[in-house]
């Protein structure tokens, strides 16, 4: 249960000011609180939790020894921590659709390269436990998610993005003290 709440944690700070996050506020603005909206986004989540699961329970057992886990994981989180810093907010869509389909699409979109689900893979990596890492993931993403649509002035305040690099150095520096740990 701790790998759980380390990972609901850990993706909860990833998910600081996230490109999903910053569209489900800036389409709940827009549109106004569609209960549909946040049910498309947590869809979303799932599906993006569930195949970084996958994805890290295959390489979990494909990749030997655990000084290479720790540096597949150390890659990902300077993945996650690079996506953190370098990819910024967007503007708000000219014309959002009104459609709950495109907003699953558009928001799958984002999630399959953010640093939530990098740090997923990570977790799942090191603990050998990909179930766990990507419920953690999953419940901090739908309580991200709900924030979002519930508050959608504090996640669009303009304080979000230094908060999102604060979060993205973090990411980076641990994925280096991985990969480091796991050279020969």
């Known amino acids: 249960m701790s790998g759980f709440f380390f990972a609901f944690l850990a993706a909860l700070l990833a998910s600081l000011g996230a490109r999903d996050q910053l569209l489900v506020a800036q389409m709940t603005l827009r549109q106004g609180a569609r209960p549909g909206l946040l049910a498309a986004a947590l869809v ?3 599906l993006t939790c569930a195949a970084a699961a996958w994805l890290a329970s ?12 720790s540096i597949f994981a150390g890659i990902a989180l300077v993945l996650a921590g690079g996506e953190a810093v370098l990819l910024g907010a967007k503007r708000p869509p000219e014309e959002p659709t009104r459609s709950l389909f495109a907003a699953l699409v558009v928001i799958a979109a984002q999630q399959v390269t953010d640093a939530v689900r990098f740090m997923v893979l990570a977790l799942a990596l090191l603990t050998a436990a990909p179930v766990t890492a990507a419920l953690g993931a999953f419940a901090a993403g739908a309580a991200s998610l709900t924030a979002a649509w519930t508050a959608p002035d ?9 908060l999102r690099k604060i979060a993205g150095a973090f ?9 480091w740990r796991g050279l020969p």
Do not use: F
């Not at 295959?58 to 886990?69: E, M, N, R, S």
């Not at 504090?154 to 230094?162: G, Q």
């Open 44 to 46: 979303s989540t799932a």
């Open 58 to 69: 295959t390489l979990t057992t494909q990749v030997p020894g655990t000084g290479a886990k």
């Open 154 to 162: 504090v996640v669009t305040h303009p304080a979000m993005p230094t």
């Open 171 to 179: 990411l980076l520096l641990a994925g280096l003290v991985l990969i």
